[in-house]
């Protein structure tokens, strides 16, 4: 792979250093996340990712910060696996009760200067703003309070990240994220990930995301084992969010390039490079299907031409029967060649295949997986530079 910065992990790594198995403390996370930045990798990472209910730690970080007359820092402790260390919004309110009511307009501007200051490798912004995700696992109620207290702070907001809480049907979803979430936020470059059930809300959950501004979240991991979704699980959802047209982001358990069998846990753990090339081969399987059904439907309209003209009505129904059976198949077959992909540990193999994407189909499979959630950014540098996909300038891997 030639050049430090290679196409396909630009933006990829969002640092969870806060969440498990990390746990890191939040001064500590703040001058890493700040190092990794600074750093020649620093295009490779996203924002620093912590929970909504940290806004009330950050805004004590950044009085302390300014007291001692340090830079200005924007980041925050966050929340466990399970929901986070105090009430969600408790340490919000706090934070938002410290400043005038912002309002959607200063909401919208703290996002537009964020996204402005954000140089084209994918660096830190500018102005000592951290680039900051927020998660909300109990669902979306907290989340203008949250835009309000992020609005007074100086941080650049990147992302949302938002639970579906159990019994919220997707068009109430909806309705709550229009209302909490300025239309203006997005454009100027803020993206809403719903993290998706893995039940049977998942399907219709996804369908309601198709068109819309907001964008899916997989959860792929966790502290214990049922946490995991395996490689037909993973396909399937994968497969489904690609023909909504729905770009997705994963979370949790994806501490390493390749599939892998956890040595201490046991766990079976997703390898980030696997899942994007899961998200190629769900691209082009949906390209195919949609060029196959094209067929069909030209297929289709001469058959009922036929029929209209006196030709045999069950000639034309058997066609109909055998297209949708293809179909069926066909997409069978594209979840069982997603699934192989997942369960690949060969590295030689798996770093074949993603130099063999080239710059299109990269930039298509990353449209897709935006990116992924790692309590470590230098694990998965190192495993990188390990496959020969990932070079220090100067030639140091």
């Given at each position: 792979?030639?050049?430090?910065?290679?196409?396909?992990?630009?933006?990829?790594?969002?640092?969870?250093?806060?969440?498990?198995?990390?746990?890191?403390?939040?001064?500590?996370?703040?001058?890493?996340?700040?190092?990794?930045?600074?750093?020649?990798?620093?295009?490779?990472?996203?924002?620093?990712?912590?929970?909504?209910?940290?806004?009330?730690?950050?805004?004590?970080?950044?009085?302390?910060?300014?007291?001692?007359?340090?830079?200005?820092?924007?980041?925050?402790?966050?929340?466990?696996?399970?929901?986070?260390?105090?009430?969600?919004?408790?340490?919000?309110?706090?934070?938002?009760?410290?400043?005038?009511?912002?309002?959607?307009?200063?909401?919208?501007?703290?996002?537009?200067?964020?996204?402005?200051?954000?140089?084209?490798?994918?660096?830190?912004?500018?102005?000592?703003?951290?680039?900051?995700?927020?998660?909300?696992?109990?669902?979306?109620?907290?989340?203008?309070?949250?835009?309000?207290?992020?609005?007074?702070?100086?941080?650049?907001?990147?992302?949302?990240?938002?639970?579906?809480?159990?019994?919220?049907?997707?068009?109430?979803?909806?309705?709550?994220?229009?209302?909490?979430?300025?239309?203006?936020?997005?454009?100027?470059?803020?993206?809403?990930?719903?993290?998706?059930?893995?039940?049977?809300?998942?399907?219709?959950?996804?369908?309601?995301?198709?068109?819309?501004?907001?964008?899916?979240?997989?959860?792929?991991?966790?502290?214990?084992?049922?946490?995991?979704?395996?490689?037909?699980?993973?396909?399937?959802?994968?497969?489904?969010?690609?023909?909504?047209?729905?770009?997705?982001?994963?979370?949790?358990?994806?501490?390493?390039?390749?599939?892998?069998?956890?040595?201490?846990?046991?766990?079976?753990?997703?390898?980030?490079?696997?899942?994007?090339?899961?998200?190629?081969?769900?691209?082009?399987?949906?390209?195919?299907?949609?060029?196959?059904?094209?067929?069909?439907?030209?297929?289709?309209?001469?058959?009922?031409?036929?029929?209209?003209?006196?030709?045999?009505?069950?000639?034309?129904?058997?066609?109909?029967?055998?297209?949708?059976?293809?179909?069926?198949?066909?997409?069978?077959?594209?979840?069982?060649?997603?699934?192989?992909?997942?369960?690949?540990?060969?590295?030689?193999?798996?770093?074949?295949?993603?130099?063999?994407?080239?710059?299109?189909?990269?930039?298509?499979?990353?449209?897709?997986?935006?990116?992924?959630?790692?309590?470590?950014?230098?694990?998965?540098?190192?495993?990188?530079?390990?496959?020969?996909?990932?070079t220090e300038p100067g030639g140091a891997a």
């Open positions: 792979m030639t050049g430090p910065l290679p196409l396909f992990a630009r933006g990829m790594l969002d640092d969870a250093a806060v969440f498990p198995p990390g746990l890191a403390p939040l001064p500590d996370a703040v001058v890493a996340h700040r190092g990794h930045e600074a750093a020649w990798y620093g295009g490779l990472v996203g924002p620093l990712v912590i929970a909504g209910s940290a806004l009330g730690e950050l805004a004590e970080v950044l009085r302390a910060d300014g007291a001692a007359g340090g830079p200005a820092r924007g980041s925050g402790d966050g929340d466990s696996a399970a929901g986070g260390s105090g009430a969600e919004g408790s340490a919000a309110g706090g934070a938002a009760a410290a400043v005038s009511a912002a309002g959607g307009a200063a909401v919208e501007a703290s996002v537009a200067g964020g996204a402005a200051a954000v140089s084209a490798a994918g660096g830190s912004a500018a102005g000592g703003q951290l680039r900051l995700a927020l998660t909300f696992p109990g669902g979306p109620a907290r989340v203008a309070e949250a835009l309000e207290a992020c609005a007074a702070l100086p941080v650049s907001l990147a992302a949302l990240e938002i639970a579906v809480p159990e019994g919220m049907e997707p068009g109430e979803l909806l309705a709550a994220l229009d209302t909490a979430i300025p239309e203006a936020a997005e454009a100027a470059g803020l993206e809403v990930f719903v993290e998706i059930p893995r039940d049977a809300r998942r399907d219709p959950l996804l369908a309601a995301l198709a068109g819309t501004r907001y964008r899916a979240k997989f959860r792929t991991g966790g502290v214990r084992a049922e946490l995991y979704p395996d490689e037909a699980e993973l396909a399937a959802a994968v497969l489904v969010a690609v023909e909504a047209g729905v770009p997705f982001k994963a979370t949790a358990g994806l501490h390493h390039a390749l599939r892998n069998t956890d040595p201490e846990t046991g766990f079976e753990q997703h390898g980030f490079l696997n899942l994007l090339l899961a998200a190629d081969a769900a691209g082009r399987a949906t390209e195919e299907a949609a060029a196959d059904r094209s067929g069909v439907a030209g297929e289709t309209a001469a058959a009922q031409a036929a029929d209209q003209a006196g030709a045999d009505r069950a000639s034309a129904a058997g066609a109909g029967e055998a297209a949708a059976a293809q179909a069926a198949a066909d997409r069978t077959g594209a979840v069982e060649t997603i699934r192989d992909l997942l369960a690949e540990r060969d590295g030689a193999v798996v770093a074949g295949r993603v130099r063999e994407l080239g710059p299109e189909r990269t930039a298509a499979a990353r449209a897709r997986f935006t990116s992924f959630g790692t309590c470590s950014v230098t694990d998965p540098l190192t495993e990188l530079a390990g496959l020969g996909l990932l």
